[in-house]
């Protein structure tokens, strides 16, 4: 806690028994959280002042997976694998219109 008795790190265990850390700002807003997921992988979400995802670090049954979210929490760009393990990036705009770029010919 902060000298404010506010807590700015916040240790615990989710709802899958998993660990949980969640760093705070001194205002006490979400700023960062270190998750473990069932499935037994970690993931790492930035929070914007305004509480919403900004950053989403985690992974799908195909690897790692990164999600870039706008001001208004809306995914606009995402970095995965497929599933036969190849790389794919997806860029959308707000409205959820966009291109997903896969290698191949």
Same mark, same amino acid.
């Given at each position: 806690?902060?000298?404010?008795?506010?807590?700015? &790190?916040? @240790?615990?265990?989710?709802? #899958? *028994?998993? =660990?949980? $850390?969640?760093?705070?700002?001194?205002? +006490? %807003?979400? /700023? &960062?959280? @270190?998750?473990?997921?069932? #499935? *037994?992988? =970690?993931? $790492?979400?930035?929070?914007?002042?305004? +509480? %919403?995802? /900004? &950053?989403? @670090?985690?992974?799908?049954?195909? *690897?790692?997976?990164?999600?870039?979210?706008?001001?208004?929490?809306?995914?606009?760009?995402?970095?995965?694998?497929?599933?036969?393990?190849?790389?794919?990036?997806?860029?959308?705009?707000?409205?959820?219109?966009?291109?997903?770029?896969?290698?191949?010919?």
């Amino acid at each position: 806690t902060n000298d404010a008795g506010d807590f700015v &790190v916040y @240790l615990d265990a989710n709802d #899958g *028994g998993g =660990g949980l $850390v969640m760093k705070h700002s001194a205002e +006490g %807003k979400t /700023l &960062v959280t @270190l998750n473990s997921t069932v #499935g *037994g992988t =970690g993931t $790492v979400t930035t929070y914007q002042p305004n +509480g %919403k995802e /900004l &950053v989403d @670090l985690s992974a799908n049954d195909s *690897g790692g997976k990164i999600e870039v979210l706008n001001k208004t929490g809306e995914g606009i760009v995402t970095m995965s694998a497929d599933e036969y393990g190849n790389g794919r990036v997806s860029a959308y705009n707000r409205k959820g219109r966009g291109r997903t770029l896969e290698p191949g010919p």
